[in-house]
């Protein structure tokens, strides 16, 4: 039932800022997450950071700590993942992900995906 979709990605230089939206539609869960995970090419796809709906927290991976924020609108359904000081080593296609209670640090805990955004930072 539900559907995740990406915007927001795009090229930005080293230092920059740029801010990802996963819209959520079909329908809202009342546990569990909301995560973002990247992937490089050759790369496993690697968590970075989630939300949960019911309380706000939030967790990141430490090669993005201080350096991007994850949030969730409850009015526009909408998360987001501000990503601020850019690195090249951030480039990768980021996905958003949602659980529907039991949550973790690897994919296979979420069951709904959106469909990638590639991000690109350039030097």
């Known amino acids: 039932q539900v559907q995740l979709v990406e915007s927001g990605g795009g090229l930005v230089q080293a230092g920059g800022s740029l801010r990802l939206s996963c819209a959520v539609s079909?329908?809202?869960?009342?546990?569990?997450?909301l995560a973002w995970f990247r992937q490089a090419p050759g790369r496993e796809r690697d968590f970075v950071a989630v939300?949960?709906?019911?309380?706000?927290?939030?967790d990141y991976a430490d090669s993005v700590k201080g350096r991007f924020t994850v949030s969730w609108d409850t009015l526009k359904n909408t998360g987001y993942l501000q990503m601020d000081r850019l690195i090249p080593e951030d480039t990768a296609v980021y996905y958003c992900?949602?659980?529907?209670?039991?949550?973790?640090?690897?994919?296979?805990?979420?069951?709904?995906w959106g469909q990638g955004i590639l991000v690109t930072v350039s030097s």
């Open positions: 992900a949602a659980s529907r209670a039991l949550w973790g640090k690897a994919p296979s805990y979420f069951g709904s």
């Open positions: 079909g329908r809202t869960f009342s546990s569990g997450a």
């Open positions: 939300i949960t709906w019911i309380g706000g927290s939030t």
